[in-house]
């Protein structure tokens, strides 16, 4: 099992990115996908979860901020994260679950205020 997090980077507070993580070694398609984050100092988070079928869930904090999808036919997950807040500062992972954690490298998201 791979998976593969990009899209990290420092913006100013209001601001946009698109996190992206590129998966192998399953099947993709049926599986349901997480994005966690995690900030200094602070325990790792749940920040939003999509189905295999399509159905989402988001942390409160990132409710109508953020937006989880999927391209099956990539086996990709993205994060579209807008309206970005220095509270969002974190290392963020993409993460399967079966039996057991399957974690990304993790991407670095830096938001100034």
């Known amino acids: 099992v791979q998976l593969q997090a990009s899209g990290g980077g420092l913006v100013q507070a209001g601001g946009s990115l698109r996190l992206s993580c590129a998966a192998s070694?399953?099947?993709?398609?049926?599986?349901?996908m997480n994005w966690y984050r995690q900030a200094p100092g602070k325990q790792r988070e749940l920040v939003a979860g999509?189905?295999?079928?399509?159905?989402?869930n988001y942390a409160d904090s990132v409710k109508g901020r953020f937006t989880i999808s999927r391209d099956n036919a990539k086996n990709t997950v993205y994060l579209q994260m807008n309206s970005l807040k220095p509270d969002d500062t974190a290392v963020y992972y993409c993460?399967?679950?079966?039996?057991?954690?399957?974690w990304g490298q993790g991407t670095l998201v830096t938001v100034s205020s």
């Open positions: 993460n399967w679950n079966l039996y057991r954690n399957y």
């Open positions: 999509i189905t295999g079928g399509g159905i989402t």
């Open positions: 070694g399953f099947i993709f398609s049926i599986s349901a």
